[in-house]
């Protein structure tokens, strides 16, 4: 069964903490992106990366990091940095063709 | 830069009503343009896209046509469900120099009533 997984579905998190989202996919794509999503402001691009073991930033890269070791796998840690984590996240993949095909999501709340 | 303006929400439309959701875009180049739909607490599922100019793009009964004289796209379907209450997104996709980027609409909340 081919697609995007993410995980966990629901995460929180704690002031100070680092938490790491998951990203997987089996559509052997070679481009994963990672999304914020808030309420009324749309999509923002948050990292990517084309091939394995390298990855840019996008729009608002700050108090976030990633990594690409496997090109199934697009990890994504909020740090401590990020003043206002609580947002849905949504990770997506593309190849060649200019369509990208999304994840089912992780919320990510603050306590 | 590139950007995607569509119309606020939400909408709220009876069962059978004819829907148009308006998005215009601006972009340095020939963009790809796309809708999205986001069903309650779900991620973003490609409803339809056109690629080139005067392209209508269909799916599920709704249709965008791709107009580069107007630079719009806008979402049209003639008798709408309940099944389609959902978040629609406007979006455009262009190369950046390294990738393709997708740049979003802020998205319209549509509701629609038995």
């Known amino acids: 069964d081919g697609g995007i997984t993410q995980s966990p579905k629901y995460l929180f998190r704690k002031e100070g903490q680092n938490v790491t989202l998951s990203c997987e996919q089996n559509?052997?794509?070679?481009?994963m992106y990672w999304y914020r999503q808030d309420p009324g402001q749309g999509l923002r691009l948050i990292y990517y990366?084309?091939?394995?073991?390298?990855?840019q930033k996008g729009d608002i890269a700050e108090g976030y990091s990633v990594s690409r070791e496997k090109k199934e796998s697009f990890p994504l840690t909020v740090t401590s940095a990020q003043k206002n984590p609580t947002a849905f996240y949504l990770c997506?993949?593309?190849?060649?063709?200019?369509?990208?095909?999304f994840g089912p999501g992780t919320r990510l709340t603050v306590l | 830069g590139d950007s995607v303006t569509q119309m606020e929400g939400p909408v709220t439309l009876s069962e059978e009503a004819f829907l148009t959701i308006n998005c215009t875009y601006t972009?340095?180049?020939?963009?790809?343009l796309f809708w999205y739909v986001q069903y309650p607490g779900e991620g973003l599922q490609l409803l339809l896209k056109?690629?080139?100019?005067?392209d209508k793009g269909s799916n599920k009964g709704f249709e965008a046509t791709y107009r580069k004289e107007t630079t719009s796209f806008h979402l049209e379907k003639g008798s709408v469900q309940v099944s389609d209450s959902a978040v629609y997104f406007c979006?455009?996709?262009?190369?950046?120099?390294?990738?393709?980027?997708?740049?979003f609409g802020k998205g319209t909340l549509l509701t629609v009533n038995p």
């Open positions: 559509l052997n794509h070679d481009a």
């Open positions: 997506a993949t593309g190849e060649g063709a200019r369509e990208q095909f």
């Open positions: 056109a690629t080139k100019a005067d």
């Open positions: 979006a455009l996709s262009e190369w950046g120099g390294s990738n393709y980027k997708l740049t």
């Open positions: 990366s084309q091939i394995v073991n390298d990855f």
């Open positions: 972009a340095t180049g020939y963009p790809s």
